[in-house]
Each structure stands twice: as C-alpha cells, then as structure tokens.
C-alpha cells in the first residue's frame, strides 16, 4: 500500500515494471490492456486513499497519449470511495485536454449511487458491459497494409 499522507493527497505508487506496449503492469487494484481502440483499465478490490494512487498510475498511463479512448471497468471493485472519484475525474479531465474520453464500465447499483450522490452520474454514464470493437476497424487494417505493400512494389502511385 501507498504510505498515507498527511493531507488529502494520495501518494504515488512507486515506479514498477512496464507491462504491454508502455502500461504499468498490474497490481492489486488494477491492469490495463489494449482491446483496440480502447485502453480497459480493470479496477478491483477497494479503492481508497491508500490504494487510489495505484489505480492512478494506470489511468495516468492510459490518458497518455492523443486523443486516448479509455474504458474503466469498475465491475469487479469491491469498494469505491471519493478518492477514486478524485482519480477519475483527473484522468476525465486529462483525456478530455488530449481530444479524447473516459468511460466507466458497471453494472452495479451501489456504483451508480455514489456517482448520482457526487454529482457525476452525467459525467460518467456506466456502461453495462464493455463496448465491442468497431467492425470496421480490422477492414481498415487491412485495406492500409495492403495498400501500403501495393505501393512498395512499384504497383501504386506515391
């Protein structure tokens, strides 16, 4: 856990190893994984002053780059508080100046309950269930590869 501060700031957690294509690697209370064209940041366990800043880490990560798409899928949490409230709004905010958005994934009533309570259901609208990949976005691919072999061979215009 993070040591606690002496304010209402959570500390960060400390540097670890990278897990896939530049995320933090997983810890206790979250992981996060590229399911194109989103970035899933799954939260588990409970989510508090001294663990809000593990979960940081990934949203931090997540919002990153231009115009990111992140899911934050709080299904399997076990408690949520105002901190992870905080930490959410944070990285609502930074992908928002980035072009892009944050989404937030639960099913749960008591979830929506503290974000009607916090004066956030509007900002955060859960989803019930992560969204499906677009179908176009593998014809896209696909169309781009191969255009882009047509071209080295001679065979396209440049």
Do not use: K, W
């Amino acid at each position: 856990m993070p040591p606690e501060l002496p304010d209402d700031r959570v500390a960060a957690p400390s540097e670890g190893p990278v897990g896939e294509a530049g995320l933090p690697a997983a810890n206790p209370y979250a992981r996060s994984y590229r399911s194109d064209p989103f970035v899933v940041v799954e939260v588990s366990g409970e989510i508090d002053l001294a663990t809000a800043g593990s979960l940081a880490a990934h949203l931090d990560a997540a919002t990153a780059g231009s115009a990111p798409d992140v899911l934050v899928d709080l299904r399997p949490v076990a408690f949520f508080d105002c901190s992870g409230l905080r930490v959410l709004c944070r990285a609502d905010d930074r992908a928002r100046q980035r072009g892009g958005r944050l989404r937030v994934v639960s099913g749960r009533p008591r979830t929506h309950r503290l974000l009607r309570a916090a004066g956030l259901l509007q900002r955060f609208p859960p989803l019930t269930d992560l969204p499906p990949p677009p179908q176009n976005l593998n014809q896209e691919f696909n169309e781009t590869i191969e255009g882009t072999a047509h071209r080295s061979e001679g065979g396209g215009t440049t």
